[in-house]
């Protein structure tokens, strides 16, 4: 709902303050450190959980504005976002690790997210299926690929509790969060994270493209990092391959006219 001055309720942006090409954090002290990456980067607008940079790449708007954690306000950000004109998501975010070739400083494309919160049920049946788009996927194994990164394709684990994640035993749900644990790993699924699944389907109900790459962080069995993996999954050694898969999708759409 756009309000009567023309500003967004939650996200304080109105039209013409970024292009069509979002990088999507959770967190808000990250959104700078990705606009350094921006030609001519800018502050634009905070409020609540959401901060808003703008720039440039290859001569293109990019804007990044943070979700915050979570289903409910990550679809806040991205429904006002594309009030505004944006309709190109990609999260950039940290995830904790499933398998064990997932491993620290890892880089990890997702491709679908399991349902395992609430907000998209406000949008899809659980039939529906949390998935990226194609144009995002590609651009992020072209840019992981190229630069050398080692990274994995695949589906998260989209939950609402944190804590659910890391104390299950401290839930008076542990069985069922232990059980389903064990699915999820059984079933492939590469890392834990809380924002994918609200993003994919938000974008698939409004007809817009979304995407996420996340960097690994800690064990599939929990074991602690060793200082060498806790340098190796700094959030700043993702944000260049975020960068580059941005620009092979501009450069995709440029090439496709879209
Ligand atoms: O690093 P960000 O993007 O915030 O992502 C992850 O980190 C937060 C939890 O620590 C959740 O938002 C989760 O999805
Ligand atoms: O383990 C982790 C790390 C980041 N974010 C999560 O949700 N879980």
Request: with cysteine.
């Amino acid at each position: 709902m756009a309000y009567s001055e023309g500003y967004e309720y939650h996200i304080h942006l109105k039209q013409g303050d970024i292009g069509r090409y979002v990088f999507l954090p959770g967190d808000p002290g990250r959104c700078e450190v990705i606009a350094q990456h921006f030609d001519n980067p800018r502050f634009v607008a905070s409020h609540r959980e959401h901060t808003t940079w703008a720039g440039e790449l290859d001569g293109v708007p990019v804007a990044v504005t943070s979700t915050g954690m979570g289903g409910p306000s990550a679809a806040i950000a991205v429904e006002e976002l594309i009030h505004v004109g944006a309709d190109t998501f990609m999260r950039v975010g940290t995830s904790g690790a499933m398998q064990p070739e997932t491993q620290p400083g890892n880089i990890a494309v997702i491709n679908a997210a399991i349902r395992d919160e609430g907000t998209g049920l406000h949008y899809l049946p659980m039939e529906f299926p949390a998935v990226a788009h194609q144009d995002l996927i590609n651009g992020l194994v072209a840019a992981s690929s190229d630069m050398g990164r080692r990274y994995h394709v695949g589906v998260s684990q989209s939950k609402d509790s944190f804590y659910g994640q890391h104390s299950p035993d401290s839930m008076p749900v542990a069985g069922r969060l232990h059980e389903r644990w064990d699915a999820w790993v059984k079933g492939g699924c590469l890392v834990s994270e809380m924002e994918c699944a609200a993003l994919f389907l938000v974008a698939s109900t409004r007809r817009v493209r979304a995407g996420g790459v996340m960097m690994v962080m800690g064990h599939h069995d929990f074991a602690p990092m060793t200082e060498e993996e806790k340098d190796a999954s700094q959030i700043g050694n993702l944000i260049p391959v975020a960068i580059e898969g941005m620009r092979r999708v501009i450069a995709a759409d440029k090439v496709a006219g879209r």
